[in-house]
């Protein structure tokens, strides 16, 4: 089901066709040349958008949240319903206390006290993977080891965890597919989820340095409590952003590794190494290519106008790799320069609440699966995600594990 565009916006040549390829390094091709030559770029699909592909372009309009709004298309393709929920899909004022609220429960202090459990949770969702000595690394431990730590993260009942890989995996490829009676459905369970949540936190609160949902209820605009409904979609989209993108990163970083043997080697002999190497791989390995902005007013960039109505897709994935901001930007390099300056979370007001979780378990993934085994390898994958995201969504690997 593609989203609809009227006839002026449709009509207009396509520079690019997004749903010619999922595979990854023929998307890469494509931006490549559209960097080069077209980075203001048009295509009608899913209704109709431009896709930006240059380092200072994506940078510069996602750090501009006055010129280029998320209210109105925050995601291409957007959910098929129509809904919007905060933070991601309003905009300043109305977006800052949910904002807020969440990055209470983010401090660094918070994720010292997650660190012990996650890297247990890490250990047994590794284990049938150890034991059988091959698998799905994405399907099985890549999927399920995010939602422990969304599960940690928003105080759910671990029983949940499972279940909640599950419901998020099958909504996903859902949205991707422009399925809205499944994605309706699986949201629906994913809305029971944090309705109970909410329902629980309001009988019995939290502090909310530790608890999303009661962080959420004790937030205030213009003196007023948050309207609990939109608690409960902040609270939703939750359920889901932590489960999207980490499956895919883990499963690029566990392909270049097992096939990069002497770069593994090297990491498992020096851990002090791997913060440093996750910061190359989501550069590397950035998911996503379908964040969007809409303009407040007319915009002409690199010559080309781009209008309110139409979505801006920020190509954080392509950005992540310009020759002119990364010297050699297919190529992992360890302690680039200007590795800090990468867009992996974004960039501006709408830039990844929950990057400093995001790395805590990326790290601790990558180091429970180097120290759990003497080497693995990899088979070159084969199935990769669909618009919005990029990268690999299966991936077979061997393992021998350390006695």
Do not use: K
Request: with cysteine.
């Amino acid at each position: 089901m593609n989203e609809t565009a009227d006839a002026a916006t449709t009509s207009r040549p396509a520079d690019f066709d997004p749903l010619a390829t999922d595979v990854v390094d023929a998307v890469r091709d494509v931006y490549r040349e559209l960097q080069a030559h077209r980075p203001v770029a048009w295509t009608n699909a899913y209704g109709g958008f431009w896709a930006l592909t240059r380092y200072e372009d994506v940078r510069d309009v996602a750090s501009d949240s006055r010129t280029f709004i998320s209210s109105v298309r925050a995601v291409v393709p957007s959910d098929p319903r129509g809904l919007r929920r905060p933070p991601l899909n309003f905009d300043a004022p109305l977006h800052t206390p949910y904002r807020r609220a969440l990055d209470h429960t983010l401090q660094r202090r918070r994720l010292v006290r997650l660190t012990e459990p996650l890297r247990r949770h890490a250990r047994e969702t590794l284990a049938p993977l150890l034991e059988a000595g091959e698998g799905d690394i994405v399907r099985g431990f890549g999927s399920l080891f995010p939602a422990w730590v969304t599960a940690e993260w928003l105080n759910l009942d671990l029983d949940d965890a499972p279940r909640l890989a599950r419901l998020a995996a099958e909504w996903v490829d859902a949205w991707r597919r422009q399925d809205a009676q499944m994605v309706n459905t699986r949201s629906g369970e994913m809305y029971d989820m944090a309705r109970a949540l909410v329902a629980d936190r309001m009988q019995h609160p939290r502090p909310i340095e530790e608890d999303p949902a009661s962080s959420l209820l004790a937030e205030r605009h213009d003196g007023q409590p948050l309207d609990p409904e939109q608690i409960v979609g902040a609270l939703r989209q939750s359920l889901v952003v932590g489960m999207v993108a980490p499956p895919i990163v883990l499963g690029a970083i566990v392909e270049h590794l097992g096939t990069d043997l002497d770069l593994q080697a090297r990491l498992r002999a020096e851990p002090a190494l791997i913060p440093a190497a996750i910061e190359e791989f989501i550069r590397l390995y950035t998911p996503y290519r379908g964040f969007a902005r809409t303009a407040a007013h007319r915009v002409e960039l690199h010559g080309r106008v781009i209008q309110p109505a139409e979505p801006i897709t920020l190509v954080y994935a392509a950005a992540n790799r310009d020759p002119d901001m990364f010297a050699d930007p297919d190529e992992f390099i360890l302690d680039r320069d200007n590795i800090h300056e990468h867009l992996g979370f974004g960039r501006g007001r709408h830039r990844c609440a929950g990057m400093a979780l995001a790395r805590l378990s990326l790290r601790i993934a990558i180091e429970t699966l180097l120290e759990s085994t003497v080497e693995f390898t990899a088979t070159p994958a084969t199935r990769f995600a669909q618009m919005p995201e990029l990268g690999p969504t299966t991936l077979q690997v061997r393992l021998t594990a350390r006695a």
